[in-house]
């Protein structure tokens, strides 16, 4: 549960002990889901959809600025 957390960045450290709040285990247990499936069996293709931990590692690699020279 903690490398999920930490790869997700839904939890809190403190020293060695790590915490996770109500939204973290929520925002953990959606990344977790499965796809969903049509009844061919074949996974269906579901756009628009971003959970909020995506959009915010999305929106945090667009906002970090690329040194140049490095």
């Not at 403190?14 to 069996?41: H, N």
């Not at 756009?47 to 020279?69: E, H, N, W």
């Amino acid at each position: 549960m903690i490398k999920l957390g930490r790869d997700l960045g839904s939890c809190s450290r403190i020293g060695r002990e790590y915490f996770f709040s109500e939204r973290d285990l929520l925002d953990i247990w959606q990344a977790q889901r499965a796809m969903p499936t049509s009844a061919q069996g074949q996974a269906v293709n579901v756009k628009g959809f971003l959970s909020d931990v995506r959009l915010q590692r999305s929106l945090l690699s667009l906002s970090q600025k690329k040194r140049r020279g490095q």
